[in-house]
């Protein structure tokens, strides 16, 4: 811990001008790129231990990573060598660890605010088009004193506090708090990220959410009684069309998937859409798909003419407890009283983390068409998503999945 305090201390001013926003460029490190490979990954293994196979799912890697990576910064032993392996992070030193997730927040930041010399139309524009907002807290009962080095780190490396509340005595008073701070940064589209009051026992609660709202750069024109074969069936779905719309396409043979990649307007992040080339490939295609895959399938992938139809993607998910799904990844000791080795954090032997909450909004938005789409005897290329399928809104700059889910309905 001294080590790093004694290091930001060092970095801070220079790190705070060259990461601003006004300056309308960011190198990305070799450091960022790898943390971006390894939230990859985690993102990968997070979707499996969520284990959702009839709902629609969305979340971010990223948001959940950088929670517990902020409890890294005051972990010790073997809860901090948990939390380097389950978010691969190994080969990285501890210092490069968070100034990699600094600079990545603000690398995201960067991506999505219109720069000082565009004009004001097209600031507007831009702002209109595409919103990201990640939001990541943590609250302690406020009768464990918080280490100040841990504190400063934290508004250091990732902007934020560590927020005291009274589980004990308010704890109504205090769910209600948490609820209007998320609903009003989440655009309203996350009325209740805490469903139930937390327990007197409450140690540390980790929440973080998404809001990303994109607008493909694509005309697309709704499809007259289309179909998509879900779970359940097929029954009656909006898809929306764009003919001889020139994309990037690819086939992956391992993965035995179609991958179609559509740029959001700006052309920074991308949606990367992986559908199983079987009715029922979904299963192997969850069980395959990795970083190294999905990075492999995406720098493959040309561009091609292709009549290409999806549905609307609009999902709003909240992952209540993420407890056992953070099991399965290895972090024990961390949920576990009197093993968890936060001192870092506080000298309360018996501090853990009571659970992990995530909230995800997203939504994509397609270009209006000025024409109904053209009907041709020309031979093309189809890729039609009217079955299950996975999603990636992929940064394209950094390689970061900022956010990751399926649609099934």
Not at 125 to 142: A, E, F, G, H, P
Not at 231 to 260: D, Q, S
Not at 298 to 308: A, L
Request: aromatic fraction near 10%.
């Amino acid at each position: 811990m001294n080590v790093l305090l004694y290091a930001a201390l060092l970095t801070s001013h220079i790190s705070a001008i060259w990461c601003s926003p006004s300056s309308g460029s960011q190198t990305v490190t070799f450091s960022m790129r790898k943390l971006a490979f390894s939230t990859n990954q985690f993102g990968m293994d997070m979707y499996r231990a969520l284990n959702i196979t009839d709902e629609n799912v969305a979340f971010c890697p990223f948001c959940i990573g950088s929670s517990l990576a902020m409890i890294l910064l005051g972990a010790e032993g073997n809860t901090a060598m948990a939390l380097r392996q389950a978010l691969y992070l190994w080969g990285l030193h501890p210092q490069e660890i968070h100034m990699a997730y600094h600079d990545l927040i603000s690398h995201l930041g960067l991506n999505l605010t219109p720069l000082e010399e565009m004009g004001v139309d097209m600031r507007r524009s831009y702002v209109d088009d595409n919103t990201l907002k990640l939001i990541n807290n943590i609250y302690i009962q406020r009768h464990f004193s918080v280490h100040y080095p841990f504190q400063f780190l934290l508004n250091r490396y990732y902007n934020t506090s560590i927020y005291p509340l009274d589980f004990v005595m308010n704890a109504e008073q205090s769910t209600r708090y948490i609820n209007v701070f998320f609903e009003r940064n989440m655009e309203g589209k996350a009325t209740q990220i805490l469903s139930q009051v937390p327990s007197p026992s409450t140690n540390l609660l980790l929440l973080n959410a998404i809001y990303f709202r994109g607008t493909l750069d694509m005309n697309m024109a709704q499809v007259e009684e289309s179909r998509f074969v879900g779970r359940a069936g097929e029954r009656p779905f909006i898809m929306l069309e764009a003919r001889k719309a020139r994309v990037r396409y690819g086939v992956h043979e391992y993965l035995n998937c179609t991958a179609v990649e559509v740029p959001f307007r700006g052309g920074l992040i991308s949606l990367v859409a992986l559908l199983p080339n079987e009715p029922e490939g979904m299963p192997m295609l969850e069980t395959r798909i990795s970083a190294q895959r999905l990075t492999d399938i995406i720098n493959s992938m040309q561009v091609k003419r292709v009549n290409f139809q999806m549905p609307r993607i609009k999902v709003k998910q909240t992952h209540g407890n993420l407890t056992k799904a953070l099991f399965n990844l290895g972090l024990v000791d961390l949920f576990t009283p009197g093993y968890a080795n936060l001192f870092g954090i506080s000298n309360f032997g018996w501090l853990h983390v009571t659970n992990v909450t995530h909230a995800a909004y997203v939504e994509v938005l397609e270009a209006p068409s000025s024409a109904s789409g053209h009907n041709t005897t020309e031979h093309n290329l189809s890729v039609i998503l009217d079955r299950p399928f996975l999603w990636f809104i992929m940064d394209n700059v950094a390689g970061l999945a900022i956010a990751m889910g399926k649609m099934v309905k």
